[in-house]
């Protein structure tokens, strides 16, 4: 989809209703992660509850290799994601540095020297809306 | 009747929380942010509100992709820490104010502004977070607390002059409620900060500075900035921010500012933090 206007900032997705639309199971799935013994179940075996879930083959696989950046084309919402690397046991710091293509210790020197400027240069990662 | 007494801004990061609450507040990385709270606890204490009206978001914790709402106000007896995937913050139940509540909410609403109504939800780190940095450790709120929850999950959040004039009818109805009460306004979220994508990290410290002059100076200018500003200048999440307008709208054109605060980093997070005393 063009012709958005946030459509053209470097290395963001917004989550918008059209990528809402196309994340609804995606994020879902997140959501039942609040709970404990759901958490335990995928992490015992998450092919099979990713299977419980109607989401795209192209989604489950990202899930399954901790994929973020992807889970974000295909619909995800950070928000929703974290529920997936709290289950891991992960910070959102760890998420963000892994989305950005750095080490989590290149990524926090970053922040504590100030983070990001809006005219940095952004990794090579790959992030787009996916059709 | 009702006052406004003041009106705070704070940002709510989760990794503020679990720093709190697992005893790091001394540490070398927290101190300098905690440090900046320090005046407020005292001036808390010393000003103590009867009820705190606290426009915060949610994280897809009490709402899900399930259920939207863009304005929900809490009108229930009381709100439950959530557990937001980590086990529930160690945190007072949030008591909330259900008469002044639900005759805001009947105000607002005859007032053109359209408020979904909660009577049962948990509360995550967007309001028990800002309640920690103001009020510290306690074994009970020293307040009642209406949440009120705006969505800036899903795109588009409300616009900043939405939030702005929403703020300015949260004030004609609470200055209509016939109990004498103390109440603050705090508007939470921001500041500047983006947690996805290759773009995550981002901070723009020259912005934010100029937000909260604006903020401070001249809102019903700043209540104009469109949403694109927010995520080019100030991240994806730092839309969050137009939350902050609803907040200065229920305060009089011109304030005192009593405290300001600005730290870098928390987290992937810039904190800005401002106390306003109100003039109305």
């Given at each position: 989809?063009?012709?958005k206007?946030?459509?053209?900032?470097p290395g963001?997705?917004i989550?918008?209703?059209?990528q809402?639309?196309k994340?609804?199971?995606?994020?879902?799935?997140c959501m039942?992660?609040?709970?404990?013994?759901n958490?335990?179940?995928?992490?015992?075996n998450?092919?099979?509850?990713?299977?419980e879930?109607?989401?795209s083959?192209?989604?489950?696989q990202?899930?399954?290799?901790?994929d973020?950046?992807r889970?974000?084309s295909?619909g995800?919402?950070?928000?929703?994601?974290?529920?997936?690397?709290?289950?891991?046991?992960?910070?959102?710091?760890?998420?963000?540095a892994?989305?950005?293509g750095?080490?989590?210790?290149?990524?926090?020197n970053m922040?504590?020297t100030?983070?990001r400027?809006v005219s940095?240069?952004?990794g090579?990662v790959?992030?787009?809306?996916?059709? | 009747?009702?006052?406004?007494?003041?009106?705070?801004?704070c940002?709510?990061?989760?990794?503020?929380?679990a720093?709190?609450?697992?005893?790091?507040?001394?540490d070398?990385?927290?101190k300098?942010?905690?440090?900046?709270?320090?005046?407020?606890?005292?001036w808390?204490?010393?000003?103590?509100?009867?009820v705190?009206f606290l426009?915060?978001?949610?994280h897809?914790?009490a709402?899900?992709?399930e259920?939207?709402?863009?304005f929900?106000?809490?009108?229930?007896?009381?709100?439950?820490?959530?557990?937001?995937?980590w086990?529930?913050?160690?945190?007072?139940?949030?008591e909330?104010?259900p008469?002044?509540a639900a005759?805001?909410?009947?105000?607002v609403?005859?007032?053109e502004?359209?408020?979904?109504?909660?009577n049962?939800?948990d509360?995550?780190?967007?309001?028990t977070?800002?309640?920690?940095?103001?009020?510290?450790?306690?074994?009970?709120?020293?307040?009642?607390?209406?949440?009120?929850?705006?969505?800036?999950?899903?795109?588009?959040?409300?616009?900043?002059?939405?939030?702005?004039h929403?703020?300015?009818?949260?004030?004609?109805?609470i200055?209509?409620?016939p109990?004498?009460l103390?109440v603050?306004?705090?508007g939470?979220?921001?500041?500047?900060?983006?947690?996805?994508?290759?773009?995550?990290?981002?901070?723009?410290?020259?912005?934010?500075?100029e937000f909260?002059?604006?903020?401070?100076?001249?809102?019903?200018?700043?209540s104009?900035?469109?949403?694109?500003?927010?995520?080019?200048?100030a991240?994806?999440?730092?839309?969050?921010?137009?939350m902050w307008?609803?907040m200065r709208?229920?305060?009089s054109?011109?304030?005192?500012?009593v405290?300001?605060?600005?730290?870098?980093?928390?987290?992937?997070?810039?904190?800005?933090?401002l106390?306003?005393?109100n003039?109305?």
């Amino acid at each position: 989809m063009s012709g958005k206007s946030y459509d053209n900032i470097p290395g963001t997705v917004i989550f918008d209703a059209e990528q809402a639309r196309k994340g609804y199971h995606l994020n879902q799935f997140c959501m039942s992660l609040m709970k404990a013994p759901n958490r335990a179940r995928f992490l015992a075996n998450e092919r099979t509850y990713l299977d419980e879930w109607p989401m795209s083959e192209d989604q489950k696989q990202a899930v399954l290799a901790r994929d973020y950046n992807r889970m974000i084309s295909l619909g995800g919402n950070v928000y929703f994601l974290a529920k997936i690397f709290a289950t891991d046991g992960k910070s959102f710091q760890y998420a963000a540095a892994l989305m950005t293509g750095m080490s989590q210790e290149a990524y926090a020197n970053m922040m504590l020297t100030g983070g990001r400027k809006v005219s940095d240069p952004i990794g090579d990662v790959n992030q787009g809306r996916a059709g | 009747m009702a006052h406004i007494s003041a009106g705070i801004a704070c940002s709510h990061v989760p990794a503020i929380g679990a720093a709190w609450d697992l005893g790091k507040a001394g540490d070398d990385y927290w101190k300098p942010l905690f440090e900046g709270f320090e005046f407020t606890k005292q001036w808390e204490k010393a000003n103590k509100p009867d009820v705190v009206f606290l426009v915060y978001n949610d994280h897809a914790t009490a709402f899900s992709l399930e259920l939207i709402p863009t304005f929900a106000i809490g009108c229930g007896e009381s709100f439950q820490p959530a557990d937001e995937g980590w086990g529930a913050r160690p945190v007072p139940v949030v008591e909330g104010a259900p008469e002044l509540a639900a005759h805001i909410a009947q105000s607002v609403i005859e007032d053109e502004f359209d408020l979904t109504i909660v009577n049962k939800m948990d509360v995550d780190h967007g309001l028990t977070v800002p309640l920690s940095l103001m009020f510290g450790k306690v074994d009970q709120w020293p307040c009642k607390i209406i949440p009120f929850a705006v969505n800036v999950v899903q795109y588009p959040p409300p616009s900043g002059k939405r939030c702005y004039h929403l703020g300015k009818a949260i004030a004609r109805a609470i200055k209509s409620f016939p109990e004498d009460l103390n109440v603050q306004i705090w508007g939470t979220g921001g500041m500047s900060h983006q947690l996805q994508g290759p773009r995550a990290g981002l901070i723009n410290r020259e912005w934010d500075n100029e937000f909260l002059d604006r903020l401070i100076e001249n809102p019903e200018d700043l209540s104009k900035m469109p949403h694109i500003e927010y995520v080019r200048e100030a991240g994806s999440e730092g839309v969050e921010l137009v939350m902050w307008l609803i907040m200065r709208g229920a305060l009089s054109a011109q304030v005192e500012l009593v405290h300001r605060f600005y730290h870098v980093p928390a987290s992937n997070t810039a904190v800005g933090h401002l106390i306003l005393k109100n003039r109305d």
